[in-house]
């Protein structure tokens, strides 16, 4: 369990990288981006590293469902994760 419950900590401690930035100014990331007019901001480009997001929602889904059917027993676990 300690080495799942490790693996999954790495994984909701990923960055991911979200980013908004003038679209007229070239990226400074090397993410895919999308562009998106802000009123009052004028066009604006978005990106975000997508495999860390997509690891970083799963972690802590499955983080949820462990603890929810351990109940009571998960509770040596808690420390750990906060």
Known sequence: ???MTQ??????????????ENADIPSTSS?????LKVKGLGEQRFSV???????????FGLLVEISENM???????AQTLL
């Open 31 to 35: 993410n895919t981006g999308f562009n």
């Open 1 to 3: 369990m300690q080495f």
């Open 49 to 59: 590293k997508t495999e860390n997001l997509v690891k970083k929602t799963s972690a």
């Open 71 to 77: 109940g009571t027993a998960f509770a040596p676990y």
């Open 7 to 20: 693996q999954l900590v790495n994984d909701a401690m990923l960055e991911v990288d979200f980013k908004m």
